[in-house]
């Protein structure tokens, strides 16, 4: 599915977008956002090749962890459009493969996984608004950790994502002390 979309009756043409599928367009702006997350939070970001499952490596260093002097969690990246901006009620549910699933539930890990679900308007033109003094990303991503959650669907299950739980630098920091501290995120 490409980028461009109909112009409401009256707008001003914009430039047109490129040509790359939503779907790409999503991933890229995802990554953007957990960039500005870590960085914010004082984290190193790497990128596993092959990724095998697990998009992203985020390590935070302090003084402070009890287990190592540098603490690493591995995230699993996903969007979507299909929620809208702040869910209702304590939780929304997302669709997983079961393999993503599978990777993402194991208990017995050295280091802890996560999952970061990113909410996008359906409209393209919306995820951003630049402005002399800021730049804002729509909506927001929310984390979660799946360890031990049970695999119920045959080729996908629903879990549930808390909505108190938006990924941002304190966040961050915050699951990167209990790892620090031995707990789980």
Not at 79 to 101: C, K, M, V, Y
Not at 154 to 175: E, G, H, K, M, S
Request: glycine share 6%.
């Amino acid at each position: 599915m490409a980028l461009t979309q109909p112009q409401p009756e009256g707008a001003a043409a914009d430039a047109p977008r490129g040509n790359l599928a939503v779907t790409a367009c999503m991933e890229t702006l995802q990554v953007g956002y957990l960039h500005a997350v870590a960085a914010a939070a004082g984290c190193s970001l790497s990128q596993p090749f092959p990724d095998n499952g697990i998009d992203w490596h985020v390590s935070h260093g302090s003084r402070e962890h009890e287990v190592d002097d540098e603490v690493t969690v591995k995230i699993q990246l996903k969007a979507t459009q299909q929620i809208a901006a702040r869910p209702p009620g304590p939780h929304f549910s997302f669709t997983l493969d079961n393999e993503h699933l599978r990777k993402l539930a194991r208990t017995r890990v050295a280091v802890p996984r996560i999952l970061v679900v990113m909410l996008l308007p359906s409209r393209v033109d919306q995820w951003l608004d630049a402005r002399p003094d800021a730049l804002e990303l729509r909506h927001c991503c929310y984390w979660t950790n799946l360890a031990g959650h049970p695999v119920t669907g045959r080729r996908r299950t629903n879990v549930r994502v808390p909505t108190d739980q938006v990924f941002d630098d304190r966040a961050l920091c915050d699951i990167m002390a209990r790892v620090g501290a031995g707990a789980s995120p």
